[in-house]
């Protein structure tokens, strides 16, 4: 299993920047894939943008294209989400996941909220 813990989140004004970490533990390295969901209240989680964990092949939500970025820290085990460009819509508990053999996103923090003021 892997344990993952969400940090980065906060207040942001519209047209901010915000930068979510995420860090794993227990067996990182043998995850086939890391991403980023987000969840509104009264709404289901979404897919934000994920990252191949050994090529680093990225691949991201419509909503969220050319505006959010993704890498990992393979010394750090940490997957991160760089946010420009923030919207109000852009308000979400944002929680990273990890796919640990190709067959879906199973493991799951405990989500960080990130507010955008407009």
């Known amino acids: 299993q892997v344990q993952l813990v969400e940090s980065g989140g906060g207040l942001v004004q519209a047209g901010g920047s915000l930068r979510l970490s995420c860090a794993a533990s227990?067996?990182?390295?043998?995850?086939?894939?890391m991403g980023w969901f987000r969840q509104t209240p009264g709404k289901e989680r979404e897919f934000v943008a994920a990252?191949?964990?050994?090529?680093?092949?990225?691949w991201f939500a419509d909503s969220v294209k050319g505006r959010f970025t993704i890498s990992r820290d393979n010394r750090k085990n940490t997957v991160y989400l760089q946010m420009e460009s923030l919207k109000p819509d852009d308000t979400a508990v944002y929680y990273c996941?990890?796919?640990?053999?190709?067959?879906?996103?199973?493991?799951w923090g405990q989500g960080t909220q990130v507010t955008v003021s407009s």
């Open positions: 990252i191949r964990w050994k090529s680093g092949i990225t």
């Open positions: 996941a990890a796919d640990l053999n190709g067959g879906g996103f199973g493991s």
């Open positions: 227990g067996r990182p390295a043998s995850s086939y894939a």
